[in-house]
């Protein structure tokens, strides 16, 4: 089993809609939880941390379910700049030193 | 632009020859990563630095591979005797101690072994 699990999609959407992206991770001892955005032969930006409360910014929400080690990240009002593959993070030990990451899931937003 | 640099930013080399990929992270952080990245796939850690001090290396990182950061500063990656199986994006990152551990990412340098 992969440490961090995530659809690859492609998740096709119109502009304006509403997506969900999941993930879970196996290595319960995580501490902390990440979303990345990545574009086509780019790196890997950091969209956002994700805290155990849930967190918002923006049009972007993340929440954190640790007992049934799962992810979740909800945009809103899709724009077309949105589309780009969205990675999943959690820090693969104590310390915060080794991050892993999931395949990713792959957004196309058409107008 | 105060963020991760890397150089090369592509890098063409026959099998068997060695490669040298330099990063320099953004200038306030200790801590240093390299990761590698296959088409389809998430990064995949390879080692870490804090401070000169290289703390974690992952089994990816086979005997022909070398990472150092002499000074606490840059790191250098080696790769000796190129493989095809070694083309990649090699990604370099860096954060500061403490905290959620959030790391910043350069533009990587992308390795094509022919």
């Known amino acids: 089993r992969k440490e961090v699990e995530q659809d690859p999609g492609p998740f096709n959407v119109p502009e304006g809609a509403t997506v969900a992206f999941n993930c879970t991770y196996s290595?319960?001892?995580?501490?902390?939880f990440f979303w990345y955005r990545q574009d086509c032969r780019k790196e890997p930006k950091l969209l956002m941390s994700?805290?155990?409360s849930g967190n918002e910014d923006g049009r972007f929400t993340a929440q954190l379910n640790r007992a049934s080690q799962y992810i979740s990240l909800l945009i809103r009002d899709s724009k077309l700049s949105d589309s780009a593959t969205y990675l999943c993070?959690?820090?693969?030990?104590?310390?915060?030193?080794?991050?892993?990451f999931g395949t990713g899931t792959r957004l196309l937003v058409s107008p | 632009d105060t963020g991760v640099s890397q150089d090369p930013r592509h890098k063409i080399t026959k099998r068997g020859q060695n490669v040298t990929f330099r990063c320099d992270p953004i200038?306030?952080?200790?801590?240093l990563y390299w990761y590698r990245q296959t088409l389809g796939q998430g990064p995949e850690f390879l080692t870490y630095?804090?401070?000169?001090?290289?703390?974690?290396k992952s089994r990816l990182l086979s005997d022909r591979f070398s990472a150092e950061r002499p000074k606490g500063s840059f790191s250098t990656l080696e790769i000796q005797r190129t493989e095809q199986g070694d083309s990649a994006m090699y990604l370099c990152?860096?954060?500061?101690?403490?905290?959620?551990?959030?790391?910043?990412f350069g533009p990587g340098t992308r390795l094509t072994v022919t």
């Open positions: 290595n319960s001892a995580s501490q902390s």
């Open positions: 200038s306030e952080h200790n801590r």
């Open positions: 993070v959690v820090n693969g030990n104590t310390g915060f030193q080794k991050l892993v």
């Open positions: 990152a860096s954060s500061l101690g403490g905290g959620r551990g959030e790391q910043y």
């Open positions: 630095f804090q401070n000169e001090a290289q703390l974690e």
């Open positions: 994700v805290y155990s």
